[in-house]
């Protein structure tokens, strides 16, 4: 069949059945992508990038017979589905590589739905019509806390607790008590983070701080290699802690310091001229336009893990040192609460345990613990004709207790994170940030490395109200 024959005949095909179709590729293309994890460097790229495509391609192709189309029954709310996927898509892969840019885009395509009230019409008499208008107004409030515009998030804020009053006395029969606790936890959110609001911005601003290029540099003879700080895994876990969706507050204020600002006239200048009366032209679903400094270096990338098990935060830090460049360097940032592991010594004078030798130890000896417990793959402590084995066991236990607890303490050494299970790491360059009353255990680190010497900033003990501000 020629190509001629080929192009009557998809002439020939009704403009909103052609539509429908792409509609239907879109979404099965979009539910693959939705759930891939963030953390697995350029992996997912392709995908991405066939997603994008078939959103572009519906895109312009809705643009192109939108009077047909309308006539054919196509609702406005339809029209901002598709942008809010096409801003979802921007926004993960901004999770997935840090480019400000991606991140820009979503911003574009979000206020756009905004300003024209894809999502309005029709939302007082539909319940689903007016969930999906929540979810976006709930998505467009987490890209304008990533990218600092306070502005909007106090406008998204307040049309978000009307639009959940008015849901809630319009339809009595469908239960909005989730929605309620969001509007909670972003207003908790921001009354915590405002305080910081008057104070030097937590990101790099070069309007406020000096090029990279006239830092001081470490002398030649020192340094043995140019390293860069190419990957970030931001943590915590407290009781009751304040966040807006599975963004903590400490984490976020990580996720800020790790960001180079695109120099104020020039972004401001470049964003406004795109997102200008929310245009949405055809032009727009392209790789968008680099709106960020190109003197500046790249961000690094981000994985930002919303209370993890044990299990899945080593699986994250395996894959993200596996896959780091030469050279780069690996932050790691912990904030939770835990034990210190200060323990009486046998003669009851309450000294503390000497945490770097117990380390290696366990090593040498496969010693594997779990919750206060010791067991050696090779002989129980009980067997051991050596009468200072038991001694040994007690300088493990009191080691232990001191950890950083992500999860609930009735759980143990599962939930539990011990100097210990960073140490196989630092066979890469680590920069380690622990921020708990229990930090001082995670000294043990230092002269226990495997390969690389680890950079360590802990915080007081009894002071954890400390904004940390350090250079890229």
Known sequence: ?????????SSNIPVSERYWTLVDKADKKFSKIRDLPYYERNRYDTYFYKVFKVYTQLWKFQQENRQKLVEAGLKRWEIGEIASRIAQLYYGQYMRTSEVNYLSEAFIFYEAILTREYFKEGSCQDANLANKQLRFLARFLMVCLVLNRREMVHQLVSQLKM?????KRTFQDTDFKEWKLVVQEIVRFLKADTVFMNIRPLRYSLVLDPHPDV?????????????????????SYHHNEIKFSELTLDTFRMLQCLEWEPSGSFYQSSVGKSGQNGALGSSRVNHSQDISDPTLPPNPRKAVLYRPSLTHFIAVLA????ELPPDGVLLIYLSASGASGHASSPSGSGTFINTTENIIRDFQSHTIHSDGTSTSSFSSPSDSPNPSASQNKGD???YHNGCLQFGNRGSGGLNCIYPSDLIPFTRRPLFIIIESEASEVFKAISGAEKGERAAL????SCFLSVAWYFWL
């Not at 830092?215 to 943590?235: E, F, G, M, T």
């Not at 900033?457 to 007081?460: A, G, H, R, T």
């Open 396 to 398: 493990c236990i009191s």
């Open 1 to 9: 069949m020629s190509h001629q024959q080929i192009n009557s005949n």
């Open 457 to 460: 900033l802990l915080s007081p």
């Open 319 to 322: 894959t993200i040192c596996e």
């Open 215 to 235: 830092l001081p540099h470490v002398a030649a003879p020192v340094a043995r290699k140019n390293l860069r700080l190419r990957d970030a895994v931001l943590s």
């Open 163 to 167: 639009l959940v009053d008015e849901c």
